[in-house]
């Protein structure tokens, strides 16, 4: 790992201990430049690889460095950008590059703050996958900062963008199903475990900076396929399990066909996590204040792992069967059933055979978020939307440590306000001298 002068590592601390920091050579926002727009990749393969891919369909991206912890993993970079310039330390690479315009976050998700808000501190705009942070606290700082600093930013939920998306957005608002009372939402996928961490330590590989990709968690031995490359969704110190990993991409047509900002309660009837990992099989309720597309109290209930929406509610969307992953919404005039990244079925079917669909657009989520860098549109997914969306995902994956517990939260206060114990999770310490 290359030194990093100390006033740098004091400064990188923040999220981990007070407020925002302003570190390093700040430079105000500009305009990129016309034709060409100079981009960074925090991360190389995996997301890292699949974001720059996506990026480039934009005529106007240019690659021109990453960094990525594991140098045995770059090779799809240097085959494909043979001019772009390659770090294995991401604080390097922001202190050598200079005029850069926009780069993407596809790390772990323990280091999505960390180098979103360093990147974003030099006037550079984001991408940063989702979920935008790994505790409400950062979510709230990020977002604070993209607005201080007036950047283009765009969190990964590419759903977002899709037109089946969209559509179900449109139904629900044009008011088909009367008022929504309650929504049913849950992922297949089983990021978590119930086993305890091996005791053992392994060789850290040739080329791994497992330093580096500690970051800002606590150190540890290594352990060879239990965090890296992709086990770390599973561990509480550094991923967000299938709640975060898919709660933002499930959950964000829901939030944005409600109009949802934030709930007022949050209870967990599922999994607890063990001492290491998110456990499997989470269930979670949440409350919600009336919005212009819902009735006076509606709730939202998750499920993942092998929980699912009670019979009673599988019956509603008869004769279909409920997908691997996807949304039930519950109004006051029929019922909508939105399997994930499919189209939304409209229920009873004889109701609505009349019924004349909203059929939007879709865009490109990474072409949109290159031409908002060139000043040519906005993005759909800036931190003012995505923060709040993560911070309620996040809340969700908090309460599972309390089960059975409703947790009343006040968002302003950034509090849970009954139960002092969950206010230790809404932010973590940093671990110091990394």
Known sequence: MSQIPMNRRAALKILGAGGLYLPFGIRTSTAAPSETVRHVSFGAAGMGWSDISSLSASPHFKLVAVADVDLGRVGDVKKRFPDAKIYQDWRELLDKEKGIDSANISTPDHMHAPISTATMQRGINVYTQKPLTQTIYEARQLTKLAEEKKLVTQMGIQIHSHPVHKQVVAIIQDGAIGKVKEAHSWSGKSWGDRNPRPNRTDPVPKDFDWNGWLGVAQDRPFLRGYYHPGEWRKRLDFGTGTFGDMGCHILDPVFTALALITPVAVTSTGEVPNADSWGLDTQVRYDFAQTPHTTEKPV?????????????????IAPHTMSDQGSIYIGTKGVLYSPYIDQPVLLPAEQFKDYKRPTPRGDDHYVQFIN???????????????????????????????????????????????????????????????
């Open 300 to 316: 939202l209930h998750w499920y993942n792992g092998h929980r699912r929406p009670p019979e009673e509610i599988a019956k509603l």
């Open 372 to 434: 908002a860098v060139r000043g040519e549109e906005k993005t759909s997914a800036p931190f003012s939307y995505a923060g709040p969306l993560t911070e309620s995902v996040l809340l969700g994956c908090l309460s599972t440590r309390f089960p059975k517990q409703k947790l009343e939260w006040d968002a302003a206060a950034m509090k849970v306000t009954n139960v002092e114990d969950a206010n230790h999770f809404v932010r973590k310490k940093y671990r110091e001298n990394w």
